[in-house]
């Protein structure tokens, strides 16, 4: 059993940045590969990114070269760096695990879930 909280959201101006965190307990985090989603009013849950086990990340086109993936096994935490934000980035972000060495786009192939954290972006 894995519990996923996320941190860091807020309001920002467009081309500022956030630094979401995703804190783990349980056991075993390193096991997991995490995902990141988001979800803007309406639409459905949309992938953002995916890091494995060793760290090896893959991105949605629309936040490559802007959003960045990392991952502190030692602090059982992954993280979210957006920068040069957009008003299109608005919506609430998941974190996500799956056990496993690698994850990918797919929400209903990942195990656990946070409750989200809500990002704004003002034009």
């Known amino acids: 059993q894995v519990q996923l909280t996320e941190s860091g959201g807020g309001l920002v101006q467009a081309g500022g940045s956030l630094r979401l965190s995703c804190a783990a307990s349980?056991?075993?985090?390193?096991?997991?590969?995490m995902g990141w989603f988001r979800q803007a009013p309406g639409q459905e849950r949309e992938f953002v990114a995916t890091?494995?086990?060793?760290?090896?990340?893959y991105y949605v086109d629309s936040v490559k070269g802007r959003f960045t993936a990392s991952r502190d096994n030692a602090k059982n935490t992954v993280y979210l760096q957006m920068n040069s934000l957009k008003p299109e980035d608005t919506a609430v972000y998941y974190c996500?695990?799956?056990?496993?060495?690698?994850?990918?786009?797919?929400?209903?192939?990942?195990?656990?879930w946070g409750q989200g954290t809500q990002v704004t972006v003002a034009p």
């Open positions: 996500a695990a799956k056990s496993s060495r690698f994850a990918g786009t797919n929400w209903g192939e990942y195990d656990y």
């Open positions: 349980g056991r075993a985090f390193s096991m997991y590969a």
């Open positions: 890091i494995s086990r060793g760290g090896s990340t």
